[in-house]
């Protein structure tokens, strides 16, 4: 406890010579060791969002629907009859490297804490994940890890997995990304926030008792990787979710009574965060006994306790007088319950030890006065230069469109990823309404005839050749997934990993990434919620890149009124007319079709396709209202592999064949038609278009009629591919690269 604080110390905690001069700025003395942890803790990337903060306020954030946006554990919305749904989403991508499977399974515990510690009961579980190269020799093993550990905790902790993305890059092989969302559903007038008062309180830990697993956790994911990351494998914590289940009915038990003020799960940093957090936010003190704190190892010192990231525990503040109905209840469910401590009106953080004051820090600099850097960034231009993205200039054209539709679905980023999600109970619960596969997940909220519809999605390509127009396309995406079932989208969660922030080219990435998705939610009415930054993304180690692709992961969350009403990607009937909604393709740029069939990407393949919000909104709107009046019998947005992927897709989930019809098509260039990937587009089929194109005229949305369903082909104009020889290539990319047969 008496070390000598050395450069070397506060170097290890991965604090700048200027942030420790801040330290003793704060202090009016040099710290002890356990007062220097708690300032690497607090003043980290991963807990103070000091290269960020000064960039996340320019996102709209309010709304008549929002209760309660970014600053507590989760964001809420209000979705009528007295009810909320509390979401977010957050990362857990350096533990997941290192350790795949635990790093998987405690991002999902960390996740699901953070909705039911504001009161919700945990209704949904997604995820977006980002890997290397499929031949990388380390990507099955992380691959199998990371799937297997989402799948173990979600499934033990009974809360259905519905959905997600996987993307793969070279650019990703040393630094996976592994981003966690869930939902929950709570009463309006149940919501618990997290700020401390009532001077005296007592302060309780329940869950399960604080070991040495997960010390420095927060600490190592705010730095890169280097060639010694397999040795921070124990800094990645180890879950359990049967404990996890105990304590979501624990805690719900309790929050049906009065007796709570204020709760925090205990994440990142542990009791550190949990601690300084709910007294900041307070405006109050905090005094702790160490020696009261539930421990599983013996002679575990302060230090160890507080930065401890031990999984499966909460703090509360209870009114005072009701500790002996809260510990009836925890006790009742085979948890730790203590007394560990009471609130003060010092404004400090006191922490004893054996009779001894061992920490004493004001907690202003830890939290609302913790380091804020406006970091250098380089102009939209010097970026562009910098990134290499040249103008796209001529490409081939597609000699033969079946041959490379079936190269497409058959490929990484396009893929079934059934291997996957067969792995996640997706149905436990009851509630779900649409399986994985489709453009949001749908579960019903419960006991009522609604839904929320959920979905994830970013394309980290278009965020490299700009990130401007790759931010707004993030968010425009989600809402068109969100529309694309029927939902009324509401609000988002994001996850925002990028790579290290010192690098000029890496903070213009953030910054127009943040100003193209403000610039969206805006135009789109569709305000963030809560969300996660993850910096430092990117590898040094031996047959790793450097750098990610800037990943700002989207998770939307939409409603419908009944859930009936949803609309699916499946082709229903032989003989329903085909149309395409939005204006017909023409941009290559930075297409999968590029990547996959013309060997161009990022820098050789131009800029993406740039995204109309005006267009995005009034595209969406109509789609729903078509859903609503029950007038098209499938939908799926276009996305990914452009508009003859979305077709093979309905096709292949229907099991219904399609021919298109050029009659009414014009002039094409078949690689843009076919493959281009412009955006606020939509594939409908219908058994009454008439009333169909009297909607869209209405709407002023332009529209293309392409064929109709029928057979067990798709037939183009020149060629034709099978639906079984379809279904080949789609579901064989993950069981052969899983059973090393990959060629």
Not at 61 to 83: F, K, L, S
Not at 436 to 457: E, F, N, Q
Request: hydrophobic fraction near 40%; glycine fraction near 12%.
């Amino acid at each position: 406890m008496q070390s000598a604080i050395t450069p070397e110390t506060v170097a290890e905690h991965g604090l700048s010579p200027e942030e420790y001069d801040r330290v003793l700025h704060a202090l009016g003395r040099e710290p002890n060791l356990t007062e220097l942890g708690i300032f690497s803790v607090m003043w980290s990337e991963h807990c103070s969002y000091k290269s960020s903060r000064i960039h996340l306020k320019k996102l709209p954030t309010t709304a008549p629907w929002v209760i309660c946006g970014p600053g507590e554990n989760a964001g809420v919305i209000d979705i009528g009859d007295g009810q909320a749904a509390i979401f977010k989403m957050e990362s857990h991508n350096h533990p997941s490297y290192i350790e795949p499977y635990q790093g998987a399974a405690t991002g999902v515990g960390g996740i699901l804490r953070d909705v039911f510690t504001m009161g919700a009961r945990p209704v949904a579980n997604m995820n977006a994940l980002r890997f290397g190269r499929p031949d990388h020799p380390k990507m099955r093993h992380l691959i199998a890890g990371v799937v297997s550990g989402i799948g173990g905790y979600g499934n033990c902790v009974g809360v259905p997995t519905v959905g997600g993305e996987v993307n793969f890059h070279p650019a990703y092989d040393g630094n996976i990304l592994v981003n966690a969302m869930t939902v929950g559903v709570a009463d309006t007038d149940k919501i618990f926030y997290s700020a401390a008062s009532g001077v005296g309180n007592p302060i309780v830990y329940v869950g399960s008792k604080t070991g040495r697993d997960g010390i420095h956790g927060a600490t190592m994911a705010s730095a890169d990787f280097g060639e010694d990351s397999e040795e921070k494998r124990p800094t990645v914590q180890v879950g359990d979710p049967f404990t996890e289940k105990l304590l979501i009915e624990a805690c719900l038990e309790l929050m049906a009574s009065d007796a709570i003020v204020a709760i925090q799960d205990m994440g990142a940093a542990g009791l550190t965060s949990s601690s300084v957090e709910m007294a900041s936010k307070g405006g109050v003190g905090i005094e702790l006994i160490m020696d009261d704190v539930p421990q599983r190892e013996e002679g575990m010192t302060p230090y160890e306790m507080m930065l401890s990231e031990s999984q499966e525990r909460m703090l509360m503040v209870l009114k005072p007088g009701r500790e002996a109905e809260a510990e009836a209840i925890f006790r009742k469910w085979e948890l730790d319950f203590a007394v560990i401590g009471h609130v003060t009106d010092t404004g400090r953080m006191i922490l004893k030890w054996k009779g001894d004051i061992v920490a004493d820090i004001p907690l202003a600099p830890l939290a609302d006065e913790a380091p804020l850097y406006d970091r250098p960034h380089v102009s939209p231009e010097d970026y562009r230069a910098w990134a290499g993205i040249r103008p796209l200039g001529d490409v081939p054209t597609s000699l033969d469109p079946a041959a490379d539709l079936l190269k497409l679905v058959g490929s990484p980023d396009l893929a079934s990823r059934r291997w996957i999600y067969e792995q996640y109970d997706s149905k436990v619960g009851g509630d779900t309404v649409q399986d994985p596969g489709g453009d949001s997940a749908m579960v019903r909220v419960h006991g009522t005839g609604k839904a929320l519809a959920i979905t994830t999605d970013c394309t980290p390509r278009y965020c490299y050749a700009d990130p401007f127009e790759g931010g707004k396309q993030a968010i425009a995406e989600a809402y068109r997934n969100l529309s694309a079932v029927g939902a009324t989208p509401l609000a988002v969660t994001n996850c925002l990993n990028f790579a290290n922030p010192q690098r000029p080219e890496i903070m213009a990435q953030i910054v127009g990434c943040l100003d193209g998705m403000s610039e969206a939610c805006r135009a789109l009415d569709f305000p963030i919620v809560s969300g996660n930054v993850s910096l430092y993304n990117e590898s040094k180690a031996t047959g790793g890149g450097s750098a990610i692709l800037p990943t700002p992961a989207i998770g939307g969350v939409g409603l419908l009124a009944d859930w009936r009403q949803n609309a699916t990607v499946a082709f229903k009937n032989d003989g329903d007319d085909i149309w395409l909604i939005g204006d017909a393709p023409s941009h290559l740029g930075q297409s999968l079709w590029l990547r996959e069939i013309a060997g161009r990407e990022l820098g050789d393949a131009g800029l993406p396709p740039p995204v109309d919000l005006a267009a995005e909104r009034r595209h969406g709107e109509a789609v729903r209202a078509l859903t609503g009046r029950g007038l098209v019998t499938a939908v799926h947005d276009i996305a990914d592999g452009g508009l003859l992927v979305a077709l093979a897709e309905m096709a292949m989930a229907g099991g219904l064949g399609a021919t298109l019809d050029p009659s009414r098509w014009g002039e094409i260039d078949a690689a843009a038609f076919f493959f281009g990937e412009d955006q606020g587009r939509y594939l409908v089929s219908t058994s009454n278009s008439d009333a169909v194109l009297r909607a869209l005229a209405e709407a002023g949305v332009p529209h293309l009629f392409l064929g109709s369903v029928g057979g067990d082909a798709i037939t183009l104009p020149r060629g034709r591919v099978a639906l079984h020889d379809l279904r080949g290539a789609h579901e064989s990319f993950f069981p052969n690269l899983m059973e090393g047969e990959l060629a």
